[in-house]
């Protein structure tokens, strides 16, 4: 069964609002095993939505619309409905009983222009609101479902778990929607795909979307099936061919985080990090203790941005950063082999490199990183080159950092 959500209003056509509706609308319906097919956002128009509404109606089965229940001239949402369906609108004087109550409850008169919000669609069921004044509207048509839901999100997910869920559990059959998330570091999103496409064009059902983030390709499996323990055997299925092809490059079966994963590996190994930084300023920390209880591993971090703090703080030799330069092997193997030798830490982990725009005098392109890992064994390190702008190659050097280390405790 597919879906179509519309919200409606015209703040949510402006940099300031968003449709957070939909998102939890979506969550939900795909609880019911029902697919969201399209879902858009129109402003107050009658008949720009009237539009809107009767385009839905040729695709969906299910269309829910938000917002534009309320009584000032800019909701349109009853009269646009009743435009799409040509039906007429008719008054209920429960519907104004029940909306005068409310405003005496609250010491208040009603007001005239709330009158509106007693028009209910013809053939339309009423769904009561207890948490305002517009009701909303259930209407089948030529067997599809749709749901008028008020915009404040408390009211139209109250409406929606009172009467809208159970009323779709009737009559929508069994279907479960079960997803499996793999994410992977150290690997575009292209190579990516070249590598596993073969493997899930073969299936549409699951469906496979891969989205990618910086350092951070993710493999969505979404299986649509009767029975859970159908879809579970689909997502195994083609999991277990995936998995096969990427091996230790995941780094996550279950949507976790890289600093998730990374402090599990390194509790579970009862050891611990220390970080140096230099051009991630910090960030590498920042994602580090943004994980709760990572007290337990982390000791902490030193942003050593200028060469002198290098050589103070962490030790790194005065000839290795006057021979190589700060930005090298060498100086991001002295960090990391400093900052576990001065804390004590299991691990000690560095970063330094250059985010851009400009090199800042280094003898290097924007986009260098250099990547140190130090333990009780020994020290190296890597070397990446990354392009784009100052946020994403610092954010692809943090994951790179993370995931080093991952490679390592994981082996
Ligand atoms: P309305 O029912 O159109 O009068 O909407 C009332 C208020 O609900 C708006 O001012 C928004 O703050 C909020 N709202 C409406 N639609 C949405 C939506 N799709 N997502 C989140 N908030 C919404
Ligand atoms: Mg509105």
């Not at 300031?16 to 969201?36: A, F, H, K, P």
């Not at 059959?173 to 496409?197: K, Y």
């Not at 590498?284 to 971090?301: A, I, K």
């Not at 009780?376 to 943090?398: K, L």
């Amino acid at each position: 069964v597919q879906a179509e959500i519309i919200a409606v209003g015209s703040e949510l056509l402006t940099p300031s609002r968003v449709d957070t509706n939909s998102l939890y609308l979506t969550e939900q319906l795909n609880n019911l095993g029902v697919e969201l097919i399209t879902k858009g956002v129109i402003g107050d128009d009658r008949d720009r939505l009237a539009g809107a509404v009767r385009h839905a109606l040729n695709r969906a089965e299910i269309l829910i619309l938000t917002g534009g229940l309320g009584p000032t001239e800019d909701d349109v949402t009853r009269d646009a409905v009743a435009v799409a369906l040509d039906r007429k609108q008719a008054f209920h004087a429960e519907v104004k009983e029940a909306i005068a109550e409310r405003f005496r409850r609250f010491g208040r008169k009603m007001a005239d222009i709330n009158l509106r919000q007693a028009f209910i669609i013809e053939g339309a069921d009423i769904l009561w609101n207890d948490h305002g004044t517009a009701p909303g509207q259930w209407i089948e048509d030529a067997g599809r479902y749709l749901m008028l839901l008020p915009g404040p999100p408390h009211e139209m997910k109250g409406l929606w778990e009172r009467h809208c869920f159970p009323r779709l559990s009737r009559v929508v059959p069994r279907q479960v929607i079960r997803t499996l998330v793999f994410r992977v570091a150290g690997m575009g999103e292209s190579d990516l795909d070249q590598l596993i496409a073969p493997v899930y064009k073969k299936y549409t059902n699951p469906v496979t979307t891969v989205l990618a983030a910086p350092g951070d390709v993710q493999v969505h499996l979404r299986a649509q099936c009767a029975q859970d323990q159908e879809a579970i055997a689909l997502l195994d299925e083609v999991g277990r061919q995936i998995d096969l092809l990427l091996g230790d490059r995941i780094y996550s079966r279950n949507g976790d985080s890289m600093e998730v994963t990374m402090g599990n590996l390194l509790r579970q190994a009862g050891a611990t990090i220390a970080v140096a930084e230099s051009c991630t300023g910090g960030l590498l920390s920042e994602r580090l203790t943004s994980v709760p209880g990572s007290s337990e591993y982390f000791l902490g971090g030193f942003v050593t941005y200028a060469s002198a703090l290098k050589a103070d703080v962490l030790g790194v030799p005065v000839e290795v950063l006057a021979t190589y330069g700060a930005v090298s092997k060498e100086t991001a193997e002295a960090m990391a082999a400093g900052v576990r030798m001065r804390t004590g830490a299991t691990f000690g982990l560095s970063v330094t490199g250059v985010a851009g725009p400009g090199t800042g005098g280094e003898q290097v392109p924007v986009g260098t990183i250099y990547i140190g890992l130090s333990d009780s064994i020994g020290t190296r390190s890597v070397h990446r080159q990354f392009a784009g702008d100052r946020t994403r190659i610092r954010q692809f050097a943090t994951q790179y950092a993370l995931d080093l280390l991952r490679l390592q405790l994981s082996s």
